[in-house]
């Protein structure tokens, strides 16, 4: 500041520097915009696997990139069975890295929670097409209720089901069998002597879709996915070897594409439980079909537990759905009639 020489300041001429007498923009003076840039020379991949901040993204010749997302997707989640745009070095290798930059939109997303009460959904994959829920008959013995769980899922997202019994050599498949007849899906076994069968019958209906196997840990679930994609440890090692995360099947979900090309399976980690608390108590009995026809005899502001006035108790008498269906449905029912509702 200088003097006026009237006893007041005035702000001096600033000294010229290299910016000005170059002609550049000083920092933070660059115009702010909303556009994001267009990338057209994005190339097109699949997420095979996402591992703390990195995706494993499979090119359409094979080629499998690491990537991490771009600033501009803001908040938008990358899961696995996404469909996005990447650029950057696309070469691959263990030191190439790209970035992701769009995400497709989505035809299908497969959810789920910890528990009953966890607000945060959590997805288990997105384009999925078929979800097969594999069980054993004994070691460990089958779950129905989580069996049940992992249906509503399916049939929340939009994805057909599938069971698969798996050691069906250790016990009679049929008492679990009996339970789902009402819901007219495929059912594969699988045991000694009999798992070359189930591969080919699975096989035959997993062509030409994407299929996510769903189980909890010693149900024979990878054992399965290794025997569908029989060099699927050889290609999980390169994708380890490519992200440098030690990656396995049974730690994180990873997309793999069947020999011929024609199909994705995507293998999960065992779960000890599957959280329904994204679906609300109206939709979840709409997630249990077989009996969802016969609430139209109920009353119109029945909750399904009142065993008086429900029409399902008639129902499934009358043998349109097993009874440990109703109960599975019930339980789910009632304990959220006791837990607050979750916000979506």
């Known amino acids: 500041m200088v003097g006026d020489g009237r006893g007041r300041c005035r702000l001096s001429r600033a000294r010229a520097d290299d910016e000005d007498r170059l002609g550049r923009a000083g920092r933070g003076s660059r115009p702010r915009s909303r556009l994001r840039p267009r990338h057209d020379d994005a190339i097109a991949a699949r997420v095979v696997t996402v591992d703390r901040g990195r995706y494993g993204c499979l090119l359409w010749d094979g080629t499998l990139v690491v990537a991490m997302r771009a600033r501009e997707l803001g908040r938008r989640s990358v899961v696995v069975g996404d469909s996005v745009a990447i650029v950057g070095d696309v070469a691959g290798g263990p030191d190439a890295l790209a970035r992701i ?174 959280g329904l608390a994204h679906i609300d108590s109206a939709r979840l009995v709409t997630c249990f079909p077989d009996l969802a026809v016969g609430t139209k005899e109920c009353p119109t502001d029945c909750d399904h537990l009142d065993v008086e006035v429900c029409a399902l108790d008639e129902w499934v008498a009358a043998g349109h759905a097993h009874p440990e269906r109703l109960d599975s449905l019930r339980r789910l029912l009632l304990q959220r009639s006791t837990v607050p509702p979750v916000r979506q």
């Not at 989505?106 to 384009?127: C, K, Y």
């Open 101 to 274: 930059v769009r995400v497709d939109e989505r035809r299908s997303v497969l959810r789920r929670t910890a528990d009953d009460e966890d607000p945060h959904e959590r997805i288990v994959v997105a384009n999925a097409d078929q979800l097969v829920v594999v069980f054993s008959i004994a070691q460990p013995p089958p779950q129905p209720r989580l069996v049940d769980r992992c249906l509503a899922a399916a049939y929340d997202a939009g994805v057909a089901p599938m069971l698969c019994v798996t050691k069906v050599d250790l016990g009679p498949a049929d008492p679990v069998r009996a339970i789902y007849r009402s819901l007219d899906v495929p059912v594969v076994e699988s045991g000694e002597g009999t798992r070359d069968a189930a591969v080919r019958a699975l096989r035959e209906l997993l062509t030409g879709r994407v299929t996510v196997f769903v189980g909890s840990s010693g149900v024979g679930k990878s054992t399965l996915v290794n025997a569908v994609v029989p060099d699927a440890d050889q290609r999980v090692n390169v994708i380890s070897a490519a992200t440098g995360k030690g990656l396995h099947t049974t730690t994180a979900a990873i997309a793999l594409s069947l020999p011929d090309g024609d199909g994705w399976v995507v293998d999960t980690p065992g779960v000890r439980s599957f």
